[in-house]
């Protein structure tokens, strides 16, 4: 009888265990998907998995959140004191009407408007993109500052490490980020140097553990900035590392996209760049030098830099992809390394190839991640299955990050066609709205094509069942690749 009252109050105590637990989660008002998940984690560890809840769940991400949003309002409360960062001049005529709608929609998710663009230039190697690079490097003369998912300690991550000594002995500013697990190879004798000579280093979410727990990857900045002056901007896809460059290790360099902005645009990427410096260091600079009176250009690409974050209210970069691709009336080009759409994305693009619209998709024939690929051919599947044409690109791993809409808006940026990249990572997204621009990224996507293969659905139907089982399992995984 002892033992029967034992049993049933463990069985009580795990039951409301259970309950307080449920209900905890619950109120997190998290994804239907990672409520559940979290309840049967802690559920099967009372111990053990309340540790790890409090360590890396919702709850130290919302302790983050309140901090970056304490950045972020300091940074707003300069720009609107020194009243300096490009708007929209009164009647701006933004051409279509789905363009002014998707300007607007980025507005209400609390974007910044449009501004023109006195030069665009696109690079698709990474060695252009170094050289025009370092030529903005050399050229500065206030400051330099540069935020990275990846730099590595090898022969272009050295290459311009150095550069940045010499710039920061001739009394340039240089603020150098780099995500604190991205970049966990750069260590204190490649550091060093660049302290020495004056350039000030952050580490963006620094994790004590990084190396030990390869999945703890949430709140990562992927963002690739580069601001001269307040001046000369780039971003997209090429991050500092020799396995994007022809020269280091030739045919084998990945194939991204890259694009160098000069204009009023570059003040926004100024304002995501130190808003993730002061998110780091605790402090950001009040300069009004940071942020030169730029007069906006008579003619040129309007562009819109558009970000988004774990911490923003709105997921804009995700809205923007939706939207375009359902408002897409005669195509839409996408170049993606990882292709992983959640259920909303997918509906878009399935849906825009069942109404007539040309839907290409551009991905790598072998990635850098075996889990990821495994994923993704499921969506290949799905969408060939659709009507989507997918192709992949076989000479080398394919990482542009672009998107053609019509002829009329180009998507040039950090962002993959993931849950990671548009919920989890803070990232960056330059929306040019200019037919130009539209057809040179277009005409870029036709040369990639030549040396890609269709996606063949019913190929991919008769391979062996242990190759579809593990496809189909790693698709479970799809929230958090």
């Not at 905890?24 to 309840?39: C, D, M, V």
């Not at 959640?342 to 839907?359: D, I, K, P, Q, S």
């Not at 394919?398 to 990671?420: C, E, I, P, S």
């Amino acid at each position: 009888m002892a033992e029967l009252n034992l049993v049933t109050l463990l069985a009580l105590a795990e039951l409301l265990w259970v309950v307080g637990l449920a209900v905890w989660i619950i109120l997190e008002r998290r994804s239907p998907a990672a409520t559940i998940a979290w309840i049967c984690a802690l559920a099967w560890l009372p111990v053990l998995g309340i540790a790890v809840y409090l360590a890396i769940g919702p709850r130290r991400l919302r302790r983050k959140r309140l901090r970056y949003r304490r950045a972020r309002a300091y940074l707003a409360g300069v720009a609107e004191q020194m009243r300096c960062l490009p708007t929209e001049p009164p009647g701006c005529p933004l051409l279509s009407e789905p363009l002014a709608q998707y300007i607007t929609l980025l507005q209400r998710a609390g974007q910044p408007p449009p501004t023109r663009a006195q030069n665009l230039q696109l690079y698709v190697t990474g060695d252009q993109c170094y050289a025009a690079i370092e030529e903005a490097l050399e050229a500065a003369t206030h400051h330099i500052h540069l935020e990275y998912y990846i730099w590595r300690p090898d022969s272009v991550g050295t290459r311009l490490s150095e550069l940045l000594c010499a710039k920061a002995r001739q009394g340039v500013s240089v603020r150098l980020l780099v995500d604190a697990l991205g970049s966990a190879s750069l260590g204190r004798r490649f550091v060093r140097p660049l302290v020495e000579a004056g350039v000030q280093f952050a580490r963006f979410n620094r994790l004590s553990l990084a190396r030990l727990r390869p999945g703890l990857m949430n709140f990562r900045t992927h963002r690739k900035i580069v601001v001269c002056d307040g001046r000369v901007g780039f971003t997209g896809g090429i991050n500092v590392a020799d396995e994007h460059s022809q020269r280091q290790v030739g045919p084998r360099a990945w194939r991204d996209t890259h694009l160098r902005i000069e204009g009023p645009p570059v003040g926004w990427l100024q304002m995501l760049f130190l808003e993730n410096w002061y998110f780091a260091v605790g402090s950001a600079p009040r300069d009004r030098a940071y942020f030169p009176e730029l007069p906006m250009p008579a003619e040129g690409p309007w562009v819109q830099i558009v970000s988004s974050g774990p911490d923003y209210e709105h997921y804009a970069i995700e809205k923007l992809y939706f939207a375009a691709i359902s408002g897409a009336r005669q195509r839409v080009l996408i170049t993606t390394p990882y292709c992983v759409p959640n259920e909303a994305l997918f509906a878009a693009l399935a849906t825009a190839a069942m109404r007539g619209v040309e839907v290409k998709m551009l991905v790598p024939a072998r990635g850098d991640s075996r889990l990821v690929d495994a994923a993704a051919r499921t969506y290949y599947e799905d969408l060939a299955h659709a009507g989507v044409r997918v192709y992949q690109y076989y000479p080398a791993m394919l990482h542009a990050k672009t998107m053609v809409v019509d002829d009329q808006l180009a998507l040039v940026g950090t962002a993959n066609l993931d849950n990671r990249s548009f919920r989890l990572n803070f990232e960056v997204v330059a929306a040019i709205y200019d037919s130009a621009f539209a057809a040179q990224l277009a005409d870029v996507f036709a040369a990639d094509m030549q040396y890609a293969a269709k996606f063949r659905y019913r190929a991919s139907r008769r391979a062996p069942l242990w190759r579809r089982l593990s496809e189909a399992t790693a698709r479970l995984l799809s929230p958090l690749l």
